[in-house]
C-alpha cells in the first residue's frame, strides 16, 4: 500500500531539496560534462581524485543559491507579502555580512547579482536594479524564487506577478522574469497534484498573454516553444537551466534527479539546486537520501524558517 506523502514533508522536501542539490553540485561547479564523476561518485565528498571547486568550502554547504532563495523566504514570513526593498536588504546584507550563509561564507556570486547589488548600495530602487539587457539572462533569480511557490495562496497572476517582481532585483529582463513565473507555476501545479504539472504551468502563461503580446512572443520564441526538441547542458542561462532541469526531473527517484543535473557540468549546482527543488516536491523530504539530510550543514538557519513556513498553513 503506497504512504500518502503530507503537505508538510513536501514543502519540507523542496526547501531541503533546494538546498541539497545546491550543496551537492558546488564541488563540481565549472567542470565540463566529460569531467563529472560517474553518477555513482557524486557525493558531498568528491572522489580522490577529482579536482573539487571551492575546495576551502567544507562539504554539504549551499552557495548563493541556497542562501538567496532563504532570504527571500525569510523576506516573504516577514513581511507576509513580497517586499522588494526588504528582499534587497536581505541580498545586500548576505553579500556583505553572510546573512543566510552557512557559517557566514559568501562565495560563488554571479556577475549580475554583484551588479545589482551594488546598484542597491547605490540607492538604486529595488525593481529597477536588475539587468534589463538580452546578457542579463543568468539562472541567478530562477535559483531562488521556489519559496514564493510554496507561501504563495494568491492567484495565479498574482503568483506570476510577485514571480516578476522577485526576479527584477537581480535580472530585470522579461525572459528571465518568465522562467521565474514558469517555475513557480510548475511547484504550484504539483502541489495542487495535477497530472502533467510542467504542461500545466506552460498552457497557463499561454493563457495570461495572449498572442501578439510580448510576453507571448518570448515564450514562443525564446523559453517554451511549442513542438520543440531541446538540447540539455549545464550553462547559466536561465533558459538552460530551467529545461536541464525540467529534463533532470523525468527520474523517477530524488537521487537520480540532482545526480542527472550535475552530470550536465558547468554550472552544477544551480541546475541541481533548481532541479532539486521540484524533485523534492514530488518525492518528499523522507525520499531525500538520509546521508544527504543528516550531512547538510546550515541547520540552525534553515530548520526555523521551515517551521514557520509549516505552521502558516
Known amino acids: 500500500m503506497e504512504t500518502k506523502i503530507t503537505l508538510s514533508e513536501i514543502i519540507e522536501g523542496g526547501i531541503v531539496g533546494l538546498l541539497v542539490g545546491d550543496a551537492l553540485g558546488v564541488p563540481y561547479e565549472f567542470h565540463g560534462a566529460q569531467s563529472i564523476p560517474s553518477l555513482s561518485e557524486i557525493e558531498f565528498e568528491p572522489p580522490d581524485w577529482f579536482r573539487r571547486s571551492h575546495a576551502g568550502v567544507t562539504g554539504g554547504t549551499w552557495s548563493d543559491d541556497g542562501a538567496q532563495a532563504l532570504i527571500l523566504l525569510n523576506t516573504l514570513l516577514d513581511c507576509e507579502i513580497f517586499d522588494a526593498k526588504y528582499f534587497a536588504k536581505g541580498l545586500v546584507d548576505w553579500y556583505d555580512r553572510g546573512f543566510m550563509a552557512v557559517g557566514g561564507k559568501v562565495f560563488d556570486v554571479g556577475i549580475q547579482t554583484s551588479n545589482s547589488i551594488r546598484e542597491l548600495k547605490r540607492g ?3 525593481l529597477l536594479a536588475g539587468g534589463t539587457d538580452e546578457y542579463s539572462n543568468g539562472n541567478g533569480s530562477l535559483m ?3 519559496p514564493l511557490a510554496l507561501w504563495h495562496k494568491g492567484s495565479d497572476l498574482e503568483l506570476i506577478a510577485d514571480a516578476f517582481d522577485q ?15 514558469l517555475y513557480c507555476l510548475w511547484a504550484r501545479r504539483i502541489l495542487q497534484n495535477v497530472e502533467n504539472a510542467w504542461n500545466s504551468a506552460v498552457e497557463t502563461l499561454y493563457t495570461v498573454f495572449d498572442e501578439g503580446t510580448v510576453e507571448n512572443l518570448e515564450l514562443e520564441s525564446k523559453i517554451c516553444p511549442k513542438d520543440s526538441i531541446y538540447e540539455f547542458n549545464g550553462s547559466g542561462y536561465v533558459v538552460d537551466s530551467l529545461r536541464s532541469a525540467r529534463w533532470a526531473c523525468g ?15 558547468d554550472d552544477t ?8 527543488g521540484i524533485a523534492g516536491l514530488k518525492f518528499g523530504l523522507n525520499e531525500i537520501p538520509q546521508r544527504w539530510r543528516e550531512n547538510l550543514r546550515g541547520r540552525e538557519i534553515y530548520e526555523p524558517l521551515l517551521e514557520r513556513l509549516i505552521k502558516r498553513g
Open 124 to 126: 538604486v530602487e529595488p
Open 144 to 146: 531562488r524564487v521556489l
Open 167 to 181: 526576479s527584477a532585483v537581480t535580472h530585470g529582463h522579461l525572459r528571465s522574469k518568465l522562467c521565474c513565473a
Open 251 to 265: 527520474n523517477q527517484t530524488f537521487e537520480e534527479t540532482v545526480k542527472a543535473a550535475i552530470s550536465l557540468g
Open 269 to 276: 549546482d544551480t541546475t541541481a539546486c533548481i532541479a532539486g
